[in-house]
């Protein structure tokens, strides 16, 4: 028997497009084969091309390279890729990570305006969108 996560009455998220995900503290931005395909080909660019640029190797992985001071290298006053931006960009704020507990959501809701507002999101579409097969939408 499984027992329902911490949210299981749903959370609230508004994008605000404020940029604070995409900006500061360094991180990565993991990208996969299909998405540096899209984001390659969004800036009319070959994959290679894109890579050389655009990619870091990481282990076995490649994350987005970023801005000296930690910004994504595509973040300029707003998302420059937004209609192929990756997957882990289109489903923030709903990472295991930040689910794991309600600490860890309350912790990222200090960084992010929009956690707490807007559309209350159920149970059923967080856990589609934890699995990466939806997307939050942006703000207005």
Not at 12 to 40: H, K, M, N, Q
């Amino acid at each position: 028997m499984s027992s329902k996560p911490w949210y299981r009455e749903g959370l609230s998220f508004s994008c605000t497009r404020c940029g604070d995900c995409c900006t500061g503290v360094p991180g990565y931005v993991w990208v996969e084969p299909t998405e540096i395909e899209a984001l390659a080909k969004h800036l009319g660019l070959s994959v290679d091309s894109f890579g050389e640029r655009y990619l870091r190797k990481v282990g076995r992985r490649y994350s987005l390279i970023e801005k000296p001071g930690g910004d994504c290298v595509f973040f300029d006053k707003g998302c420059s890729v937004y209609p192929a931006r990756p997957t882990q960009c289109r489903t923030f704020p709903f990472w295991r990570g930040n689910l794991k507990s309600e600490r860890a959501w309350d912790e990222i809701a200090d960084e992010c305006p929009g956690i707490g507002q807007g559309k209350l999101f159920p149970v059923e579409e967080i856990e589609v969108l934890k699995r990466g097969k939806a997307e939050t939408p942006a703000g207005e």
